[in-house]
């Protein structure tokens, strides 16, 4: 019989919200296989547990290299265990290709559910809950950056980002140039640490408090895009829309037949609009 892969939620913060079965599959497991294994006995000496299997790293930079590892440990019976450093394994940590791996062996997986930035951020920002898109981490360089908020522009859900403390200030300054400088938006900082900080206002007015300098672990929560009706779609606003998708790669035709579904006009306003913007002087 095959074994059993079990993605494991660890603290983001307070080790007492380490969930109760998160002690016993560490204690039990086969092998455990650790974003950091110095965490891990961070973790473990926390909760006092003695791991009996075999404790092995999985990071980004062997996540390829030892996959096929763990793949065999499981295809041979053995219970692995997946923590990362802190939340759920796969959600911007490693553990997607161990899992896709693992379902292409029909190897069963399960998880042991834990505590998650997103979500604890999403609910504490005093944003709409009902509808949200999980982003990740936004591309480093400056131009790839406002291209993939670019791709997001008009989408009406809430948005959730991590970020890296030195680079929060240009992340929301991008954001102030592409959603609007008035589009909420929350900063939830070391969430369920000692120096738990929520800073909640427009995008405008947390890119300049961040310009002071931020520190400790980020995620971003964004206003989605106010709902639009036809009548209140522009021609400048029409052009904005199909340049955001041809710059994510559509071709002209297309964006222009997108963007007259989405506005709710004809496709002919359209195409009329991106014409005279193209031979507008400059």
Not at 125 to 152: I, M, N
Not at 156 to 170: G, I, K, Q
Not at 229 to 254: F, I, P, Q, S
């Amino acid at each position: 019989m095959t074994g059993t892969l079990v993605l494991a939620g660890t603290p983001i913060g307070d080790i007492a919200d380490a969930p109760p079965r998160l002690a016993e599959e560490l204690a039990g497991a086969d092998v455990v296989a650790a974003e950091d294994t110095r965490r891990l006995r961070r973790l473990t000496q926390g909760l006092g547990v003695t791991p009996k299997g075999r404790i092995v790293s999985y990071f980004e930079g062997n996540e390829a290299a030892r996959t096929p590892e763990l793949v065999d440990e499981l295809l041979g019976g053995a219970r692995v265990l997946l923590v990362t450093d802190a939340g759920m394994p796969s959600v911007s940590d490693p553990g997607y290709r161990l899992v896709a791996a693992a379902v292409e062996k029909d190897v069963r997986v399960t998880a042991v559910p834990g505590p998650s930035a997103v979500l604890t951020a999403l609910a504490l920002s005093g944003l709409p809950v009902d509808r949200f898109c999980f982003e990740g981490f936004l591309p480093r360089k400056a131009g790839e950056r406002l291209s993939r908020l670019r791709e997001v522009a008009d989408e009406r859900r809430t948005l959730v980002y991590f970020e890296a403390p030195h680079r929060l200030d240009d992340t929301l300054a991008a954001m102030a140039e592409v959603f609007g400088a008035e589009r909420r938006a929350a900063v939830c900082r070391e969430l369920t640490k000692t120096y738990e900080e929520v800073k909640r206002g427009t995008l405008g007015f947390l890119a300049e408090w961040a310009a002071e300098g931020v520190r400790g672990e980020i995620t971003v929560v964004v206003e989605g895009a106010p709902d639009k009706g036809a009548e209140e779609v522009d021609d400048a606003e029409l052009v904005r829309r199909v340049r955001v998708r041809e710059e994510a790669g559509e071709r002209r035709k297309e964006a222009i037949a997108a963007v007259a579904v989405e506005a709710g006009v004809p496709k002919r306003v359209v195409f009329d609009a991106v014409v005279a913007a193209k031979n507008a002087p400059s």
